[in-house]
């Protein structure tokens, strides 16, 4: 009977481990996720904001009005882009560990190392946005500079923990576990509408 009590008790505090690590990763990207919708709601109210400011003095917000209208268009591309993404390979399958080990990494990588279609779309992309944020960054502002240079920069050389050099997509990647390429992406699409936010409050402040 000892032994028997033993046993129960091993596995329920297993169950208790499993069932906290379930409910942490969850709780992780339910906040993340909250931090997106945040986000993409003050991007809506900061662009309101903005076109009626445009409409109000035309002349003085027409440059601006293109920048911002080329920025936003191509910034909701790669937003839309990662969540298709991230539908297509299945989200609650993620958190409930429900796909095959490298499902995730297959998506993006080619067993050669190199990206797959999907992985050579997503980082077109990015560098539209990243060619973009150069060219309307008019006044050279640091604080726009430093942030696109670290986010969306995928020709820079960045290092791993032993200071090998990989690229952009292995040191956005490094975790490359289902979880790991989901929370990364989330990053990724969460930079992205901070990058605008960002935008909109340098530019509001001229």
Do not use: W
């Amino acid at each position: 009977m000892k032994n028997v009590c033993v046993i129960l008790s091993l596995l329920f505090c297993f169950m208790k481990g499993t069932a906290q690590h379930s409910f942490s990763t969850y709780k992780a990207h339910e906040s993340m996720m909250d931090a997106i919708r945040v986000q993409s709601d003050l991007i809506e109210g900061r662009t309101s904001f903005f076109e009626k400011q445009a409409e109000k003095k035309p002349l003085m917000f027409q440059k601006t009005k293109v920048r911002v209208g080329e920025l936003n268009r191509l910034s909701n591309n790669l937003s839309k882009y990662i969540e298709r993404i991230q539908k297509e390979v299945g989200t609650e399958s993620i958190l409930y560990d429900l796909l095959e080990k490298e499902a995730y990494k297959n998506t993006i990588f080619k067993s050669n190392g190199r990206l797959t279609y999907k992985g050579t779309k997503l980082k077109r992309k990015i560098d539209s946005l990243y060619t973009c944020s150069k060219g309307v960054n008019v006044h050279r502002l640091s604080q726009l500079e430093n942030f696109y240079e670290a986010r969306f920069n995928t020709h820079k050389d960045y290092f791993d923990f032993d200071q090998n050099k990989i690229d952009y997509f292995n040191h956005l990647f490094y975790d490359k576990s289902n979880y790991g390429m989901m929370m990364a992406m989330n990053y990724l699409l969460l930079d992205v509408k901070t990058y605008q936010l960002l935008y909109y409050g340098t530019i509001m402040s001229y």
